[in-house]
């Protein structure tokens, strides 16, 4: 419901896409389980992904001139009942989950046959259903403690998505289990956050917490909250150095899930801290901007660089891809570092570019791995012969991680850079470059073992499936796509940027 507008008596369809786009893809993943039968399990998974991208644009469509939706659960008013909102940040953040989800899901359907055992296949697409349920409830919702159910709901159908990799690599369980850990003590510092909020406010609605917040700028619980919760979702966002289960959990998990969480699950955390630092609390609140600039730009400057050295020594494809995900993450954290609309749109924008990037990247190796049955380089040498169009679209990957222009990766840090120099810091513009110097580094080393080694006698030399040649080629091909028209995604992270530099604006009391 719009900003200032009354209650309808009578509610069209149109009037709950708000909770549509999470409830399509909630609802279908225990019928995938009810049904149990694998011919049916990954068309389900397929349409109800598809039904919550087709919301998710009319969604981002509906508030790109500056409307707020405000959906009331059960018809309980905020901020008691429990509310969506949705304005321009987070409808373009379920945009891009959406659009990973539907692009992923033909992909898995070829990889998953090879490295899950048949009686598993309807598990693990009810699973991912549930990460996307999750990933999706948490860019939606309005309400904190929402938000932290929804985080773990994406958290816990994650962990035995990765553990599934055990059936190729029993390291995967290591990592599920690593994974687990960090992620449950960042869950926990969140959580504590929450209840410290809570105990100053009386109120777990984000719109209601922002306006009570301002309030007390003094109050020394409300700092303990804020000090929680950015520790916390600093773990999920995977903020150098808490980054410690990243490198694995990509590595070791199933094909079709290192493409799908490296795109998706980081860029949700990302967007989290973004709401809490602009919309709950707000830069001018007490220590917020301190904290952006003496801690999380040094940490997001560190890992640009420390991430991209460790990749560069890398001898597996895709702890390589993980790596740079780190790195690529120090991005996207030093445009909110910022604090400004330029800063806060690349880092808006690079959520969309990288996740494109990745996806295109951890298919690739997928394929790879299809066929040469492991990710490390020696495994992979001579593949642009034997698979030349999946090498081709690594390619492609590969120059948009660097940000070579025509690119989608360029885009982001044009603007990262602009918004350096925005505020006289030239030498943060020049650490940008220098960074992605270092990218053409380790993605020269991909090509080189892919393009310059001759494959061994023995190899497979089949290409791919269709099946996941023509996902990993459309994201590839929205990877220049976005790189040359790009007046979909800048003017959409633009209007994001504004929205959230404006805060989150008054409880709307009239929605359903």
Not at 438 to 456: H, N, S, T
Request: with cysteine; glycine share 8%; charged share 10%.
């Amino acid at each position: 419901m719009a900003e200032g507008s009354v209650q309808h008596t009578a509610l069209s369809l149109l009037d709950h896409l708000p909770v549509l786009v999470v409830l399509i893809p909630f609802l279908a993943a225990p019928l995938v389980v009810l049904i149990g039968r694998n011919w049916l399990a990954w068309p389900l998974a397929f349409m109800a992904a598809l039904g919550s991208f087709i919301v998710s644009v009319m969604l981002l469509a509906k508030v790109r001139g500056g409307e707020v939706l405000s959906y009331h659960m059960g018809g309980w008013a905020p901020p008691l009942g429990i509310e969506y909102r949705i304005d321009t940040a987070n409808a373009f953040v379920l945009l891009i989950v959406s659009a990973i989800a539907v692009v992923i899901l033909p992909y898995a359907r070829a990889s998953v046959r090879v490295e899950l055992p048949d009686r598993h296949v309807p598990l693990f697409y009810a699973l991912f259903l549930l990460a996307f349920t999750g990933l999706l409830g948490v860019a939606a919702t309005g309400d904190a403690f929402n938000l932290f159910v929804f985080l773990e709901i994406s958290s816990l159908s994650t962990y035995v998505l990765i553990a599934l990799g055990g059936y190729r690599d029993k390291r995967a369980l290591t990592a599920a289990f690593n994974y687990l850990i960090m992620g449950t003590i960042g869950a926990t510092f969140f959580i504590i956050g929450i209840g410290f909020l809570y105990m100053a406010t009386g109120t777990l609605n984000m719109a209601d917490l922002a306006a009570r917040i301002a309030e007390l700028p003094d109050n020394r619980t409300i700092h303990a909250g804020f000090a929680f919760i950015v520790v916390g979702i600093g773990l999920k966002v995977a903020i150098y150095p808490l980054h410690l289960w990243l490198p694995n959990a990509y590595t070791y998990a199933p094909s079709a899930i290192s493409a799908f969480i490296a795109a998706t699950a980081t860029k949700v955390a990302v967007y989290v801290l973004m709401r809490f630092l602009f919309s709950v609390f707000q830069p001018d609140f007490g220590f917020v901007a301190e904290t952006l600039q003496y801690i999380v730009m040094p940490f997001a400057l560190l890992g640009m660089f420390a991430a991209s050295f460790i990749a560069i020594f890398q001898n597996d494809f895709k702890k390589m891809l993980a790596y740079s995900s780190i790195a690529q993450i120090g991005y996207m954290l030093l445009g909110i570092s910022l604090m400004s609309e330029t800063g806060l749109t690349a880092a808006i924008v690079h959520l969309f570019n990288h996740a494109i990037t990745k996806a295109t990247l951890f298919m690739v190796v997928g394929a790879y791995v299809l066929r040469s049955g492991g990710s490390f380089y020696r495994s992979l040498e001579g593949m642009g012969k034997t698979m030349p169009w999946t090498s081709a679209a690594a390619i492609v990957g590969g120059l948009s991680l660097i940000g070579v222009p025509g690119t989608a990766g360029f885009i982001s840090k044009w603007v990262l850079v602009q918004a350096a120099l925005e505020q006289d810091m030239w030498w943060i513009a020049l650490l940008v470059v220098a960074s992605s110097l270092l990218a053409v580094i380790y993605v020269w080393r991909g090509v080189e073992v892919v393009f310059m080694k001759q494959p061994a006698d023995d190899v497979d030399r089949r290409p791919a499936p269709l099946m996941m040649i023509i996902p990993i080629w459309i994201m590839a091909g929205a990877c220049v796509y976005f790189g040359l028209a790009t007046d979909v995604t800048l003017g959409a992270a633009r209007d994001a940027a504004q929205g959230l530099m404006a805060g989150p604006g008054p409880l709307l009391l009239g929605g359903h």
